[in-house]
Structures are given as structure tokens and as C-alpha cells.
């Protein structure tokens, strides 16, 4: 037995960790034992990567090339010795991220993507993708209200357009893991409407 590896993706502002305790909550009351973790992140050296990506100015290429240093760490310290033990794993963000902005944002080239995927993960693709969708207005409208903004926090509306589009793109191309999630409705409205996913027995 194996455990199912459920992600999580959006813009910044689109609500996904809002749903994140409720998911996990979902699957422990269906008799699961869950494990919640994120990306860039999850490891101690996962996490000293974050800092840098989410702060420090890099190259484009320094910036994908760190995601997936990360992301390796990340499946070779937790991910895939949790699924081993049937654990059911909860990442907020993985690789859809980084063809989103790096790839859609940033205009990394999708082959280099492709290829460092490959690398990093072989076959390995997660189980569910959930994709919390808003229009960029309504994602600036709720990334108005933080204090302080990150790296990409701070990039501008064509930006966060672009990371949309391929998010959107790849829910396309991928219909079989992808749900897309109307992330402009209430929040009882999507959990009601997630429900069936995750069923009680
Ligand atoms: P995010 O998950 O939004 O965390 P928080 O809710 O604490 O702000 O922040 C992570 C940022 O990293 C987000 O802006 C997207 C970016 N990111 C990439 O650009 N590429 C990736 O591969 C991943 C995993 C994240």
C-alpha cells in the first residue's frame, strides 16, 4: 500500500492554504494518516533555500535550477518515505509551480523544465493537482491586505497573468490529476463542492 500525494497550486492571493487544515482534517476523519508540508521548503535545507528564493534577487535560471535542488531534498527526505508508509502527503506547491512562474512568469524555456523534472522525479507525478483559480484582480485585491510581500508577491498584474495562463494550461493538458477549483466562491461553497473527492466512509 502507498499513500496518494495531493498538491496544491494557485497564484499568490487565489486561497489555497485556507483550504490546506480543512483538506488535511478531511482525510485524517476518512481514516488517513496525513502529512502537510510546502514548497520551495519542507526540509531544513529546503527551508534555508526558501529564504533565498522568496528574498534574495537570482537569475532566472538560478531560481529554477534552486526549486528543484529543493523539491530533490524534499522527496528524498519526506515525500517518498511518507508514501512508502502510507501516508498520505499534502504538499502546498510542487512542480505545476515552477512550470507556472518560472516557465509561464519568468519565460523559462518548458524543455529545460521538462528536463530537470525528469532528473528530479522520473515518472513521479502527484496523485490529485488541486488548482485554485482566480482572476489576477481579485488574487491583488487579497495580497493587498499582507504587510510584507515576497519576491514574487511584489511582481506586477502581467506577471501573475502569465502564471494563470499555464497553471491553466496545464489543468488542460492534464485533465486526469488536474481539479480546477473556482477560488472566487465562498469558502463553504468549495469545501461543499470538494467533498466528494475525499469521501467518509
Ligand atoms: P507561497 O506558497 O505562496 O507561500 P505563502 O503562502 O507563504 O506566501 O510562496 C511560495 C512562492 O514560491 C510563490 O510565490 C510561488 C513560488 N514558487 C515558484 O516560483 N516556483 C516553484 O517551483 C515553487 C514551488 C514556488
Redesign the pocket.
Known amino acids: 500500500m502507498t499513500g496518494k500525494f495531493i498538491t496544491l497550486e494557485g497564484i ?1 492571493g487565489a486561497g489555497k ?1 485556507t483550504h490546506l487544515d480543512w483538506l488535511a482534517k478531511r482525510l485524517e476523519q476518512a481514516g488517513h494518516q496525513v502529512l502537510v508540508t ?3 521548503g519542507g526540509t531544513p535545507l529546503g527551508e534555508k533555500l526558501r529564504e533565498m ?2 528574498n534574495h534577487p537570482m537569475h532566472l535560471e538560478t531560481e529554477a535550477l534552486l ?1 528543484f535542488a529543493a523539491r530533490r531534498e524534499h522527496l528524498d527526505k519526506v515525500i517518498l518515505p511518507a508514501l512508502a508508509q502510507d501516508v498520505w502527503v499534502i504538499s ?3 512542480t505545476d ?2 512550470f507556472a ?2 516557465g509561464g512568469g519568468r519565460g523559462l524555456a518548458v524543455e529545460k523544465l521538462e528536463a530537470l523534472e525528469e532528473w528530479v522525479q522520473g515518472s513521479l507525478q502527484p496523485d490529485l493537482t488541486l488548482l485554485f483559480d482566480v482572476p489576477v484582480e481579485v488574487s491583488r485585491q487579497r495580497l493587498s491586505n499582507n504587510a510584507t510581500l ?1 519576491r ?2 511584489q511582481e506586477q498584474s502581467d506577471f501573475f497573468q502569465r502564471v494563470r495562463d499555464q497553471y491553466l494550461q496545464r489543468a488542460e493538458r492534464f485533465p486526469g490529476r488536474f481539479r480546477i477549483v473556482d477560488s472566487t466562491k465562498r469558502l463553504d461553497e468549495i469545501q461543499n463542492s470538494l467533498q466528494h473527492l475525499f469521501p467518509i466512509n
Open positions: 499568490d492554504s510546502r514548497e520551495p528564493l522568496l526549486m502546498d506547491r510542487f509551480a515552477s512562474y518560472q515576497d514574487f508577491e
